[in-house]
């Protein structure tokens, strides 16, 4: 429990007030918490105010222009500027878990990927960590599926609680532009944020690239951390360069360009890739477990993260060969008359490009790619999704994948714009089970956008839905 003081200057009548709890769900109020009512993209969290009132909410926090704190009756009214900005301070205070280092990774690709080889260094190193992010809340014993990239302030703060019970010391997490934008990771004393790229995604909520990038620039202009990791051959890892340079903070990058972890050659050995990197001017090989030259770059970030935080490169690039397969990421899951399937979650235009060119290396017949673009989100990306698979691809089965609240068939005419000599197939398992039947020796089937989601969104709710259950099934 804290007294209001604590989160708010107050008078002598009120500094005196305990609050038990801090919430933004009204159904989670108990007597004397505070509860935000947050405005979210389909609901206003104004009209759940009586509904907190009833369970015993003592403080309502709502917007308003100016600061100020009005009681009605036995409950307080506080008004702030903005609501989730505040939230996100008060949970830093209210819930005051502390680890040695807690990391943050944001990109448009890659960053599920990144903190989960972060967290597998960790823990092969000997220490007890955990990482938060699309794939969920993984800690050495446990795993809980999750349903947001970045979790809401509270949830956070509920799950680093958690962590803190089970002694864990290291937590990687992803920052994602919606977290970002929205706040949910402020207040977080970070000790490395890291970027793995930019490219095009979620403009069906940020409208333009420039408001995408300002929300993955907090990150590092806003929120900040200790050490800043970099992939120095995107474009924009120069603008937080400069923020680095501007705010005395170090800054690592990796890549084809840096000159601190620099990467030199890839070789595929039999299940391994085969890497050579400079390592700060000293020559390193080290073994890959992982498939894609997407997986070299992530694990060249994390490399750089985890050496930030005291992990000698020479555990880091043992850990490195001895990764376990990441959930829906570039998977191999069956083969089918001598055809290899994997599973992808490349739901972007560069991340469906990245995995067909590392499977096209792997590739001795043909090249089939499953997939199609999800509702009530960005429709530009949708056909050039198509012209990339088009270009890339020997075979295209356009299909279905969270449609949501669209018209199925206008989402593939969209992605069937870039690829029109594709074969549309109504139903994402109708298509998964035709391409595998069609499946030649040597060939390769890549089933694309869902990767480890294990449900479907249509327009009359969510169902249970898994690619790799369904490639199991006709692969018996």
């Keep these: 429990m804290k007294k209001l003081a604590d989160f708010f200057p107050v008078n002598n009548e009120l500094k005196d007030l305990t609050v038990t709890d801090v919430v933004d769900d009204s159904r989670k109020a108990i007597l004397g918490s505070i509860f935000f009512a947050i405005n979210g993209n389909t609901s206003d969290g104004n009209i759940f105010i009586q509904d907190a009132i009833k369970n015993g909410a003592k403080f309502i926090v709502s917007h308003g222009e100016n600061f100020f704190i009005k009681k009605q009756n036995d409950v307080l009214f506080i008004s702030v500027k903005n609501p989730r900005k505040e939230l996100a301070r008060i949970c830093s205070i209210f819930w005051s878990a502390k680890f040695d280092h807690i990391v943050a990774v944001t990109g448009t690709n890659g960053k599920s990927s990144t903190v989960d080889i972060v967290r597998q260094i960790w823990i ?47 937590v990687a997490m992803e920052a994602s532009s ?12 970070f000790s490395v944020c890291a970027f793995t790229n930019f490219t095009q995604d979620h403009l069906d909520y940020h409208k333009t690239f420039e408001n995408y990038w300002k929300a993955k620039e907090r990150l590092f202009s806003e929120l900040s951390g200790d050490f800043f990791v970099v992939n120095s051959d995107d474009v924009m890892s120069e603008k937080i360069k400069k923020i680095a340079q501007e705010k005395n903070i170090k800054c690592i990058s990796y890549g084809k360009k840096s000159k601190d972890i620099k990467l030199i050659s890839v070789r595929e050995i039999d299940q391994y890739q085969k890497v050579r990197i400079s390592f700060f001017g000293r020559e390193i090989e080290f073994d890959l477990s992982l ?149 030649q020796p040597g060939d390769i089937l890549l089933v694309a956008g869902k990767g480890h989601e294990d449900y479907q969104i249509l327009a009359d709710g969510k169902i249970h839905f898994s690619d790799r259950e369904i490639i199991l099934d006709e692969t018996k």
Aim: hydrophobic fraction near 35%; include cysteine.
């Design 124 to 170: 092969n190193s000997g220490i007890d960590a955990a990482s938060v992010g699309t794939l969920g809340i993984i800690t050495k014993d446990s795993e809980i599926k999750g349903s947001l990239t970045s979790p809401g302030a509270v949830t956070l703060r509920h799950i680093f609680d958690d962590f803190k019970k089970k002694n864990v010391k290291n």
């Design 291 to 439: 498939a894609g030259d997407f997986q070299v770059y992530n694990s060249l970030c994390a490399m750089g993260i985890c050496y930030t935080t005291g992990i000698s490169v020479e555990s880091i690039c043992n850990s490195l060969k001895n990764l376990r397969p990441i959930n829906g990421r570039l998977e191999l899951v069956g083969q089918y008359n001598a055809a290899n399937i994997y599973i992808d979650y490349a739901h972007t235009p560069d991340a469906l490009k990245n995995a067909i060119l590392s499977l096209r290396k792997h590739t001795k017949n043909k090249l089939v790619v499953v997939f199609g673009c999800g509702g009530n989100r960005d429709k530009d990306k949708r056909h050039l999704m198509g012209k990339i698979a088009k270009k890339l691809a020997d075979a295209v089965i356009v299909t279905d994948d969270n449609p949501r609240n669209e018209d199925p068939k206008s989402i593939r005419k969209m992605i069937l714009d870039g690829c029109p000599n594709a074969k549309e197939i109504d139903g994402r398992k109708e298509a998964i089970k035709f391409a595998i039947h069609q499946l």
């Design 178 to 189: 919606h977290g970002l934008d929205q706040h949910r990771v402020d207040d977080i004393k």
